[in-house]
């Protein structure tokens, strides 16, 4: 079983439009969890960190579900430059071993 | 922020030859640097740890031999495939931390390497 699950996707969103989606992680020693966001053939960015309380970061929401084990992250107001694959990511120590899920993609139309 | 800076972005070579691929910090020093490989549509998947002075750290089923690291500087690790076949032609990208345990997420990534074995 893979550590990171993510629905691949895609989701198709018109522009405008409010896209969530989960990610499910197994490892319950998880101590940090993120979303990155990875354009196609590009390297991974940090879009934002997922904080215990939920966050919010302008048109983006995550949320923690610690005890289903899971996180989720909601963009409102979708632009055409959203698209791309959000990879959720779990951090299980503190020397920077990162899990990466396989990312769910995201395509966002006018 | 912190940039991390990877060479060659592009590279196709004939099976059974040795690739090297650079994974340099710009403006911080990097005691730690992560090796990852993606294959299409899949997740980055952990390589090998990379310490400044001491030997690399494999992920299991991850072949040491083949996949040789070299992280002689506090700026520069180096990816070698060795003997390269098709099967390891895959997106390789390297990060690194500002500061060895620092318990946050935000790795800095190398633009990565697509590699291309013929």
């Known amino acids: 079983r893979k550590e990171v699950e993510q629905d691949p996707g895609p989701f198709n969103v018109p522009e405008g439009a409010t896209v969530a989606f989960n990610c499910t992680y197994s490892n319950s020693a998880s101590q940090s969890f993120f979303w990155y966001r990875q354009d196609c053939r590009k390297e991974p960015k940090l879009l934002m960190s997922?904080?215990?309380s939920g966050n919010e970061d302008g048109r983006f929401t995550a949320q923690l579900n610690r005890a289903s084990q899971y996180i989720s992250l909601l963009i409102r107001d979708s632009k055409l430059s959203d698209s791309a694959t959000y990879l959720c990511?779990?951090?299980?120590?503190?020397?920077?071993?990162?899990?990466f899920g396989a990312g769910t993609q995201v395509v966002v139309t006018p | 922020g912190a940039v991390v800076s990877q060479h060659p972005s592009w590279v196709i070579c004939k099976s059974g030859t040795s690739v090297k691929i650079e994974c340099r910090s710009l403006d911080f020093q990097a005691t730690t640097m992560f090796w990852y490989r993606q294959f299409p549509k899949q997740s980055l998947m952990l390589m090998a740890t990379?310490?400044?002075?001491?030997?690399?750290?494999?992920e299991q089923g991850v072949e040491k031999d083949k996949f040789l690291i070299n992280h002689a500087s506090l700026t520069l690790s180096t990816l070698t495939v060795t003997s390269a076949h098709p099967e390891d032609s895959s997106f390789y990208i390297c990060s690194a931390r500002v500061l060895a345990g620092e318990s946050t997420g935000e790795l800095f990534f190398g633009e990565g390497s697509r590699l291309t074995v013929l």
């Open positions: 990511v779990t951090l299980t120590d503190s020397w920077g071993k990162l899990q």
């Open positions: 997922v904080y215990s």
């Open positions: 990379s310490n400044e002075g001491s030997k690399a750290t494999y």
